[in-house]
């Protein structure tokens, strides 16, 4: 049996000002750096032998924390970006609901604002999906370490479970450093959700809370 752990990365500065992250490429703090280090002889005795990492600088540097204690190299998946949140990239929350009210509450309310760049969910869980069964296939019965972000961990695994993104919200986002497990089944859809949210508990660890995927 194949599986797929999925690691969000561990806290940057945008995660403790709560700024919308997305495809911002904004490193890890000293408190994301520990974070990393700490978890990663945890996730070192999940017996990994393929490590992918997202591009973006913040899930690299928790993916090398975990790389220095297994021996494995860090590939890298284009795939596995944050979603995009368009124009509220680096804006909080207060800013946001104030500059595009009606978008915010379409957000709010689980709906892809428009007209503000923003990935819809189910491009972005089509996107990663696609990603994780690429690994996936090609790892063949190995345990996969993939290292992303809030959104994209939650999405893909949406689609993974063979789920519509559009309309099935039940998975909240991982926190800083935590890590979910998919299992490969012989029946649809094929994976199965062994695991979420696992990591130590601390605090200030980035949970994805109500604005899930705008902190990943």
Request: charged letters at 20%.
């Amino acid at each position: 049996m194949a599986h797929l752990v999925l690691w969000r990365h561990g806290q940057t500065d945008h995660n403790v000002a709560g700024r919308v992250q997305g495809r911002v490429d904004i490193p890890l703090n000293e408190v994301g750096r520990a974070q990393a280090v700490s978890a990663a002889p945890r996730l070192a005795a999940l017996g990994p032998t393929v490590i992918v990492s997202s591009p973006l600088q913040r899930a690299r540097q928790t993916a090398e924390a975990l790389s220095a204690v297994t021996g494995v190299d860090v590939r890298i998946d284009h795939g596995l970006v944050e979603r995009s949140f368009g124009m509220w990239e680096g804006l909080g929350r207060a800013r946001i609901e104030e500059g595009w009210p009606e978008q915010f509450a379409v957000w709010r309310a689980g709906g892809d604002p428009a007209g503000v760049g923003v990935e819809t969910r189910g491009d972005a869980a089509a996107r990663v999906g696609a990603a994780l069964g690429r690994i996936a296939a090609a790892a063949g019965e190995a345990t996969v370490v993939v290292v992303a972000h809030g959104a994209a961990i939650t999405l893909g695994t949406t689609r993974l479970l063979g789920l519509d993104p559009s309309a099935w919200f039940g998975l909240r986002g991982l926190d800083n450093c935590h890590y979910a497990v998919l299992g490969s089944t012989g029946r649809s859809p094929g994976w199965r959700l062994e695991r979420w949210n696992s990591g130590e508990e601390r605090n200030g660890s980035g949970a994805g809370g109500a604005l899930g995927g705008f902190l990943s």
